[in-house]
């Protein structure tokens, strides 16, 4: 009985870490945050940390992997829909800004070049997949590789991100703002790639 206490409190301060580091990171990037913040926002003492994560890097890591899974799995890829894609990328961005902030910070200080997420093969075999599907349906354009076309239409989606050098919504503003955003993006998308 004792044990699985043990391990349901081990699980809970797992995850208090994980959330505190993921605002952390968000807010400062690998470089600026900081383990004391992160273990005394969590209250869990810094020696758990360690023993849970290794180093602050490794904590980033499993932080930043498990926003890409909330990304890969709440936001699926349907070729035949790209403006849809694209506008729930938006809506996740107002949900989750984290998202973006934990991905510029990991451009700026991980991975300067190259594909992001490499970590992790495999991480947009079923998005490519679902392009090229429609692709050969003759619903996007097939005369541009399913990679770029992941690359722009995400790239286009990010329009007022936290990443954005223009402006970066909030979902506290009106929901005619949203709207009049998510209008406009699926109709570039789809005048972009659909056929």
Do not use: C
Not at 106 to 111: K, P, S
Not at 161 to 168: G, L, N, Q, R
Request: aromatic content about 8%; hydrophobic content about 45%; charged content about 25%.
């Amino acid at each position: 009985m004792k044990t699985g206490q043990i391990t349901s409190a081990g699980q809970a301060s797992r995850r208090r870490l994980l959330d505190a580091a993921t605002a952390e990171f968000a807010a400062y990037g690998i470089a600026g945050a900081r383990v004391d913040r992160i273990s005394a926002t969590a209250q869990v003492n810094k020696a758990q940390l360690y023993a849970y994560f290794g180093n602050k890097d490794k904590l980033f890591d499993a932080v930043f992997a498990e926003h890409l899974d909330l990304i890969v799995d709440t936001v699926p890829v349907t070729g035949d829909d790209l403006p849809g894609y694209a506008v729930r990328l938006y809506d996740a961005y107002l949900v989750h800004p984290e998202l973006v902030r934990l991905a510029t910070w990991a451009r700026l200080e991980r991975t300067p070049t190259g594909d992001l997420f490499h970590f992790m093969p495999g991480h947009d075999t079923e998005k490519l997949r679902s392009i090229t599907d429609a692709q050969a349906q003759g619903v996007v354009d097939p005369s541009i590789p399913a990679a770029e076309v992941l690359a722009m239409v995400t790239a286009m989606s990010m329009t007022w991100s936290p990443a954005s050098v223009m402006y970066t919504a909030s979902d506290d503003e009106p929901e005619s703002a949203h709207d009049r955003r998510r209008a406009a993006l699926a109709l570039t998308v789809r005048r972009a790639f659909t056929l």
